[in-house]
């Protein structure tokens, strides 16, 4: 999830600077956010797009309640069964540091980059994924959509029920829809639902103010449980978006506005836990015993607080759970058996590091130049000394292997490592500098960015001759100069070389390559290729989905050939979960091999809040609760 | 934000200072006698050892370093100082020469804090002059200005500062020197207040002499040799400014070296004690030439100014 | 002397005017700013609605005046990072860990150097005070990440006496980890202290009040407790000022290498995230406590020599 790299790079940057935070310096920056292919192939992807008119098998909520044993199995306080192997209800404590800083917004649909640990809890979303990416039905049961494409009725569950005893209704969903769109509550992830991603009628309209906020095309249907979404544009896609459409309720928005859950007293929640305790030093949260009962969670309680080195205070048994980032903190896993079973690399939001150029400028106009300089990143040597391979791949296109029409294999001889080829390529283009910049942006130093990019520009220098300079530029800078435009809305950056990353915000590769749709199109980069543009424009709205792959596959080629990007690494963060944490998001599955929650972590999202539980070996590895 | 107020050490010198020179008669020139002192005092010969030492690897960091302090060798990272007889010092976690980049890094510590020491005290000499001599409105303006400056506090206003106008040697200089002066030219000031009420000063005064003949003639030699010793206490400053700045990130860009980046950049590594010295290196280094330049100091303060043994800083 | 320090406090309004005139200036010039997009860029219909909710779509020194009006009535506004809190909520939970630092370090290290001036200036010129002055510059000069990092090297990943910092304010954690910060944090202190007070100490020595009293046959150890250590007040009154504006404000490097959740720390979060009301809140908060340490320095030195004269020369 994006919000990962904002968090990451922040904290990043205090890690990098913190010798104390030694070890730890990198590790609670590692996304948060597991899932697991590994550095073997890849697992077949996921279907990208559901039929639109073939909704996922609902899991039937069983309306009764089960009836509380007084024997026999043990329950917790918000009446849920443990398993077996359960410890006892005082241990059901959930331990984090990573994901944000405790203290902020709590809820996606209220502030999505700013929003802290712990946050994502407190509502169903519409729709969620399992923890193989698959679409599953949320707080809508099923769905639907009309012939034309256009307008999509979603039926909500009416088991749902908020803290305070009334129901979660579509009017509740209409309301966070209108807050989003809303030009006063200026929320930071518009471009989500605006046109060429969600494109939710009228979205676009209603934040420039344009229309009011009645006229957004997402309104209550036939009853309370009926919401209606129109879209502007067939949006086959759709229903996995809306995995980020989390509830806020209408009458505790109205009353209290957007951040009433980062306050105990006005939290209110129809998700699996709801807020207890809530400062920049500490977010504690508790099971909320009015959620529905597949909804309840296990845990007793989940905790935040900020461990500048949570790779350490995982090792001292503070924490549940960390990542591994570094040379140091991946030999000290390496060496250590325990540690070693612990850990597991994943494939995170599907982050691909990536060079890219202003191929409006020169010398980056020249493909010739741009070729040479694509066959003179020795991947293969970066991911064996600097990053091991156990932290990335190598990557030579931008879809990572398991990504929808992920198409790696086939793509990886044309920015091979070939400097004998890069010398011929820059003689004959008849380029002649003498020095670069290469800036990259800083948080990219959390991946071993301040190590790749010395390594390439090293390369570049003994085999071209070419001085390369690297500058480290913090995230908000190097972003509001790569995104700067002239009055007249032309790219106006002073970044022609840079190095950079993104990861998926949803698994559909309209999702990663529209990133690189060109400046013209509001994109975030100046390679503005009709027929690239021309291609994702048709692979869009396709329910083929079959000839969808292959439309994007061709575009991915077309991208990789132009050069105006050369892909570096794919990351596999590697995470610590102990041992005691277990469930069914714990269990290898179809993406993720290995033992560990899925993308995007401990989340109502994807159902692993409620699904976690504390093993009953836990004090053997837990010291204490903070 | 610690050790970077001068003000502190420049003011208490002047009175120390002012006391002195003037009433020395010795046959022998000011500058044999100030040699003849500096020769007794052990430790400022060793701190000049390691300032001469430092400033000639940075004055021939291309021709003395073995290797291009940004030349990557994947194959042989994080060599501890003495496996490989080609990286005496070992090398970093890119495979480069540490050695190499320590020579560099010297030159850029010191070019950075030489420059600045230039700039901090052409300012001071200018800003202390005006507001100490002719003093009203000049006098008014200059103390709001270094009240105000004054009040900056340091790091934090260096941070925005290096966030405004980027990364690079030239800006970490102008970011260090430009809270650095009103130190100075209080002393400055302060030297010029005591001196023109001096008898010399008057006399010259009602003789008719011009402000300018007064100032380079009679005011300057007397602030002189605090200001020397004020600048040689102001250098390590500088110098621990930009290893400070550049421990954080708003330094100079890489591939370019910084002893305050090379031990920022170890922050990561450090929970293994295996790559401690790729840290211990710089940070040693670091150490000694701001001591060499402290005992350097320390001995010029002795030799200019005899009577400071008494109040010796 | 009460109309000058009315008029240096009628300066301090001046000060901190032109202080946070400057730091708006600067914050608001700097490329990036607080609600920039990071990935996917926003319309600029979505960026000018944020802008237009924090009134960014405003000059700076719009902006500047206004925070001023909301300053003097004590509102110091909310974080833009932390949007439910405000700045001067956050500021006092990150405050506590910085006093704390601060004071444990003045608390060892101020008696400590005093000690050591006294006696390196009672037995001038011995080896004793050779060893003094020499560690006193060491202390003093030796900059701080150096000092950190030695310390680090030796007491926590080679001898392993102490631990790192587990990220929690600093008063709720045993001894263990803030010791060795506090150590490292006086150690400055003692050196300029030890440099300070042997100085001024000589200085008295040499006074021909002390001579007399001397020759009057009043015992050594009087003329000291007496005489001697009553007027070194004033030179220690010049140091304790910038020592206890720094130990309030914290020691940015030893809160980073420590992990210790410090205003300094904090300052540096808050530059990275263009939290604009916590920057300029810190910057005025540190001014507020430099300038005020400027004031009893100014005072003290020219009750030292007064031919110095009070607000300059006229």
Redesign the interface.
């Known amino acids: 999830m994006n919000r990962q790299e904002t968090v990451l790079s922040r904290r990043q940057m205090l890690k990098l600077l913190s010798l104390g935070a030694g070890g730890a310096l990198l590790a609670a920056c590692a996304p948060a956010t597991p899932a697991a292919p590994p550095a073997t192939e890849a697992p077949t992807a996921p279907p990208p797009t559901e039929a639109p008119t073939a909704p996922p098998p609902t899991e039937a909520p069983t309306p009764t309640p089960e009836p509380t044993p007084t024997t026999g199995p043990r329950v917790n306080s918000v009446g849920k069964v443990l398993p077996d192997d359960a410890a006892p209800p005082e241990q059901q404590v959930y331990v984090t540091a990573g994901q944000g800083n405790p203290g902020q917004f709590m809820d996606i649909s209220a502030m999505v980059y700013n929003r802290g640990a712990l946050s994502d809890l407190y509502g169903v979303p519409l729709t969620r994924i399992n923890k193989d990416f698959e679409l599953v039905p949320g707080a809508a049961k099923e769905w639907k959509v009309s012939e034309d494409g256009l307008t999509w009725t979603f039926t909500l569950r009416d088991d749902i029920m908020w803290s305070d005893d009334t129901p979660l209704t579509a009017d509740d969903f209409v309301a966070t829809f209108r807050y989003m769109a809303d030009p006063k509550s200026a929320y930071d992830f518009t471009w989500y639902y605006s046109k060429g991603s969600g494109n939710i009628k009228n979205f676009d309209e209603v934040v420039a103010g344009k229309l009011p906020v009645e006229e957004l095309g997402v309104r209550k249907g036939a009853n309370d449980y009926e919401l209606i979404v129109e879209t502007g544009e067939v949006t086959p896609y759709l229903p996995r978006l809306f995995m980020f459409a989390m509830p806020l309720q209408a009458k505790a928005l109205a009353a209290h506005g957007p951040a009433y859950n980062s306050n105990p007293a006005t939290c209110v929640s129809c998700g699996p836990f709801i807020v207890k305790e809530f400062s920049p030093t500490r977010v504690e949260v508790v099971a909320n015993p009015k959620a529905a009962d597949d909804i309840k969670p296990f845990l007793e309680r989940m905790i935040a607080v900020p461990f500048p080195d949570s790779f350490q205070a995982y090792q001292a048994g503070q924490l549940d759970f960390t990542g591994v980032s570094n040379a140091a903190q991946v030999d000290a896993v390496l060496n250590d058996p325990q540690l070693s079973a612990q850990a597991t690399p994943d494939v995170g939001d599907f982050r691909t590091d990536y060079f890219f150029f202003d191929v409006t400028k020169p010398p980056f106009d020249n493909l010739k130049f741009r070729q040479a300089l694509s066959h003179l990143l020795d991947r293969e040597s970066i991911v064996k000394f600097i990053t091991k391979p156990l932290l990335a791949r190598p990557a030579y296109s931008f879809l990572a292997p398991g990504f929808p029409a992920a198409n790696g294999e086939a793509l990886k001889d044309i920015q091979r490592y070939d400097p004998e080829l890069a010398k011929k390529l820059y003689a004959e283009s008849g380029v002649k500098v003498d020095k670069l910049l290469l800036q990259m942006r800083g948080d990219l130093e959390g991946y071993f960015g301040k190590e790749i990019t010395q390594a390439y520009a090293d390369s570049i220098k003994q085999n071209l001759g070419i001085e390369v300079e690297v500058k480290s530029v913090p995230i908000k800078d190097y972003m509001a100069d790569l995104l700067k435009r002239t009055p007249d809305g032309k790219p106006d950056t002073t970044i022609d070389f840079g190095y950079i990353s993104y990861g998926m915000d949803y698994l559909d590769p309209s999702n990663m390559l529209t990133v690189m749709k060109g400046s013209d199109l509001g994109g975030r980069h100046t390679w503005n290729n009709k027929e690239y543009q021309d291609l994702l424009a048709k692979a869009g709205p396709m329910t083929d989905i079959e000839e969808r792959t292959k439309l994007y596959q061709q575009a991915e080629k077309l991208m990789v050939e132009e050069c105006a990007f050369i892909f570096c690494i794919h990351r596999t963060p590697v995470n610590l979960w102990k041992p005691y944490i277990k469930g069914a998001p714990m269990e290898p599955g179809k993406v993720n091999l290995n033992r560990g929650v899925a993308w995007p972590g401990v989340s109502a999202m994807n159902g692993a809040a409620s699904e976690i539980y504390i093993a009953n070996n836990v004090l053997e590895f837990r010291k204490s609760i903070p | 934000m610690a050790a970077q107020n001068p003000p502190v050490q420049g003011a208490s010198s002047v009175h120390a200072a002012a006391r002195g020179a003037i009433y020395e008669y010795k046959p022998l020139s000011p500058a044999q006698l100030a040699w003849r002192r500096f020769r007794r005092n052990r430790l400022a010969i060793v701190g000049l050892i390691i300032v001469l030492i430092f400033v000639f690897a940075g004055v021939c960091a291309p021709l003395v370093s073995p290797f291009p302090y940004d030349r990557t060798n994947l194959f042989k990272t994080w060599l501890p100082p003495g496996r490989d007889p080609a990286h005496v010092l070992g090398t970093d976690e890119l495979g480069r020469d540490i050695l190499s980049r320590l020579i560099w890094g010297a030159r850029v510590s010191l070019v950075v804090s030489l420059a600045a020491t230039g700039i901090v005290v052409s300012l001071a000499l200018l800003f202390g002059f005006l507001s100490g001599y002719f003093g009203g409105v000049w006098d008014y303006a200059l103390n709001r200005m270094f009240e105000v400056i004054g009040a900056l506090p340091g790091l934090l206003f260096q941070i925005l500062l290096m966030l405004l106008i980027g990364n690079g040697v030239l800006q970490v200089t102008v970011a260090i020197s430009i809270l650095g002066w009103p130190g100075l030219a209080r002393l400055v000031r302060a030297q010029v207040l005591t001196y023109k009420e001096r008898d010399f000063v008057s006399a010259a005064r009602s003789l008719g002499a011009t402000t300018a003949f007064i100032m380079v003639r009679h005011l300057l030699p007397n602030i002189i040799n605090p200001l020397i010793v004020a600048v040689s206490f102001a250098i390590p400053g500088f110098i621990a400014a930009e290893a400070g700045l550049s421990f954080l990130g708003y330094g100079i860009n890489d591939p370019l070296p910084s002893w305050g980046k090379m031990v920022g950049a170890i922050g990561r590594y450090l929970s293994s004690p295996n790559y401690l010295y790729v840290g211990v290196i710089p940070t040693v280094a670091l150490a000694l030439l701001v001591l060499g330049f402290s005992f350097l100091g320390d001995g010029l303060r002795d030799a200019l100014d005899p009577s400071s043994d008494r109040a010796r800083l | 002397m009460a109309r000058y320090i009315l008029g240096r406090l009628a300066?301090l309004v001046?000060?901190?005017l032109?202080?946070s005139f400057?730091?708006f200036f600067?914050?608001y010039?700097?490329?990036?700013?607080?609600?920039?997009?990071?990935?996917?860029?926003?319309?600029p219909?979505?960026k000018a609605?944020?802008m237009?909710?924090?009134g960014l779509d405003q000059p700076f020194y719009v902006n500047w005046w206004n925070w001023i009006t909301k300053a003097v009535q004590g509102d110091f506004g909310i974080s833009?990072?932390?949007?439910?809190?405000r700045v001067i909520d956050?500021f006092s939970?990150y405050w506590g860990s910085s006093l704390m630092l601060g004071f444990l370090s003045v608390a060892w290290s101020f008696p400590l150097g005093v000690v050591l001036g006294v006696i390196a200036a009672l037995k001038r010129n011995t080896i004793v005070d050779q060893i003094i002055?020499?560690i006193a510059?060491?202390t003093?000069?030796?900059?701080?990440?150096?000092l950190?990092?030695?310390g680090?090297?030796i007491f926590?990943?080679?001898l392993k006496w102490f631990?790192?910092?587990?990220?929690?304010?600093l008063y709720q954690q045993p001894p263990n980890a803030w010791v060795l910060p506090a150590f490292i944090?006086g150690l400055?202190t003692v050196g300029?202290l030890a440099?300070?007070t042997?100085?001024g100490m000589?200085?008295v020595l040499?006074q021909d009040y002390i001579r007399t009293a001397r020759a009057k046959g009043l015992s050594r150890a009087v003329v000291i407790m007496k005489h001697a250590m009553r007027n070194m007040l004033i030179?220690l009154v010049?140091?304790f000022g910038?020592v206890l504006a720094?130990a309030i404000?914290g020691?940015?490097?030893v809160e980073?290498?420590?992990?210790i959740?410090g205003i300094?720390?904090f300052?540096?979060?808050s530059?990275?995230?263009?939290d604009y009301p916590v920057?300029i809140f810190?910057?005025i908060i540190?001014?507020?406590m430099?300038?005020i340490s400027?004031l009893l320095?100014d005072i003290a030195?020219t009750l030292?020599?007064p031919?110095?004269?009070l607000g300059?020369?006229?």
Do not use: C, W
């Open positions: 300066g001046f000060v901190l032109s202080v400057l730091t600067l914050m010039n700097t490329p990036g700013g607080p609600f920039d997009e990071i990935n996917q860029p926003l319309s219909e979505a609605n944020m237009r909710k924090y833009y990072y932390y949007p439910n809190t956050l939970k002055t020499t510059l060491v003093v000069t030796v900059p701080i990440i150096s950190i990092f030695f680090i090297a926590v990943i080679g631990g790192f910092n587990n990220g929690q304010p944090f400055g300029a440099r300070y042997r100085s000589l200085d040499g030179p010049t140091v910038p720094n404000t020691s940015t490097f980073i290498a420590f992990a959740p300094g720390r300052f540096l979060e530059i990275y995230t263009r920057i810190t910057v540190a001014a507020t430099l300038t400027n320095i030195y030292i020599d031919r110095v004269r300059g020369g006229h």
